[in-house]
């Protein structure tokens, strides 16, 4: 069992529609991470979270340390939203989850 | 402003012709990773740099080498590239006293 686990693995949403990401984790961990990859592109971060929920622009994301669960949801998608989201946790290195592939169709 | 640098993005070679990829930083940051992505797949932790130490991925095959000279460059090498081998490669910086990574754009590495 991976210490990361997404969900779900693809994701394609009408532009406009409200999403949902999860990922759920199985370490102690310091800190937690949503990551953002265009197809062929590099790694931008999103988030950092240790606790509660941060919000920038239509990025939502929320973390739960007792029951060690995160959540990323966008408001209003939009096509240019289209990318593998990952959640990674801070174990000292990272440790990734599997990624979830979002396609915003217009 | 340009953060974290990977040279070359696109590096095509021959199966066994050795190759280098070069990653600079302009953060001053102390750790610096290697991470190989496979197709569809999350990235993978080669090794890192804690400073001039060098940590070694028990996992990570013999074929893969690291340099770091100094602070701001490190320098994955792959002595016999295998067509396994064929992968984004990243890099990515930390400061020690946070746990955020940056991450370079990557290199696609090619191996024919």
């Known amino acids: 069992k991976n210490e990361v686990e997404q969900s779900p693995q693809n994701l394609t949403a009408q532009e406009g529609e409200f999403i949902t990401i999860n990922c759920s984790y199985s370490v102690g961990i310091s800190a937690l991470h949503w990551l953002q990859q265009h197809p062929g592109g590099g790694i931008v971060s999103l988030f950092m979270l240790s606790s509660g929920k941060k919000k920038h622009g239509r990025l939502i994301a929320t973390i739960n340390i007792q029951e060690k669960h995160s959540s990323l949801h966008i408001t209003a998608s939009h096509p240019r939203d289209s990318a593998v989201y990952i959640c990674?946790?801070?174990?000292?290195?990272?440790?990734f989850g599997a990624g979830t592939r979002l396609t915003v169709k217009p | 402003d340009a953060m974290v640098i990977q040279n070359p993005r696109y590096q095509v070679t021959q199966f066994g012709k050795p190759v280098t990829l070069s990653c600079s930083q302009t953060?001053?940051?102390?750790?610096m990773y290697w991470y190989q992505q496979k197709s569809s797949q999350a990235p993978k932790l080669l090794f890192h740099y804690y400073d001039k130490d060098f940590n070694n991925e028990a996992d990570t095959p013999d074929n893969f080498q690291s340099r770091r000279p100094n602070t701001s460059f490190c320098f994955l090498d792959i002595r016999s590239p295998g067509l396994g081998d064929a992968a984004m490669y990243l890099c990515?910086?930390?400061?020690?006293?946070?746990?955020?990574?940056?991450f370079g754009p990557g290199t696609r590495l090619t191996v024919l």
């Open positions: 990515a910086t930390r400061m020690d006293s946070t746990d955020t990574q940056y």
């Open positions: 990674a946790v801070s174990v000292f290195d990272m440790r």
């Open positions: 953060l001053n940051h102390n750790v």
